[in-house]
C-alpha cells in the first residue's frame, strides 16, 4: 500500500514539474467560475457557499509554493 502511494506521488510530482502553471491557471478558473455562479441564485447553496472561491485559492497558493520547490 505505501509502495503504491510512493509510486502515485512520484508520477504526480514529475507530471506536474513539467507543468508549472497548471495548478495556478486552475485555481483562477475556479475563482472565476464563483464570480460567474454568484449571478445564479437558483442554484442554492453551490452559488452562496463560495466553494469554488475557496478550492480555487487554496489550489493557486498550493501551485505556486509546488511550482517554486519543483
Same mark, same amino acid.
Do not use: C
Given at each position: 500500500?505505501?509502495?503504491?502511494?510512493?509510486? $502515485?506521488?512520484?508520477?504526480? &510530482?514529475?507530471? =506536474?514539474a !513539467?507543468?508549472?502553471?497548471?495548478? /495556478? @491557471?486552475?485555481g483562477? @478558473?475556479?475563482? #472565476? =467560475? %464563483? @464570480?460567474? $455562479?454568484?449571478?445564479? /441564485? *437558483?442554484l *442554492?447553496? $453551490? +452559488? +452562496? &457557499? %463560495?466553494?469554488? $472561491?475557496?478550492l *480555487?485559492? #487554496?489550489?493557486?497558493?498550493l *501551485?505556486?509554493?509546488l !511550482?517554486?520547490? =519543483?
Amino acid at each position: 500500500m505505501m509502495r503504491r502511494i510512493n509510486v $502515485l506521488l512520484d508520477r504526480l &510530482s514529475e507530471y =506536474l514539474a !513539467a507543468r508549472k502553471g497548471l495548478l /495556478p @491557471f486552475l485555481g483562477v @478558473f475556479l475563482v #472565476i =467560475l %464563483n @464570480f460567474i $455562479l454568484q449571478f445564479f /441564485p *437558483g442554484l *442554492g447553496w $453551490l +452559488s +452562496s &457557499s %463560495n466553494l469554488f $472561491l475557496h478550492l *480555487g485559492v #487554496i489550489l493557486a497558493i498550493l *501551485g505556486l509554493m509546488l !511550482a517554486w520547490a =519543483l
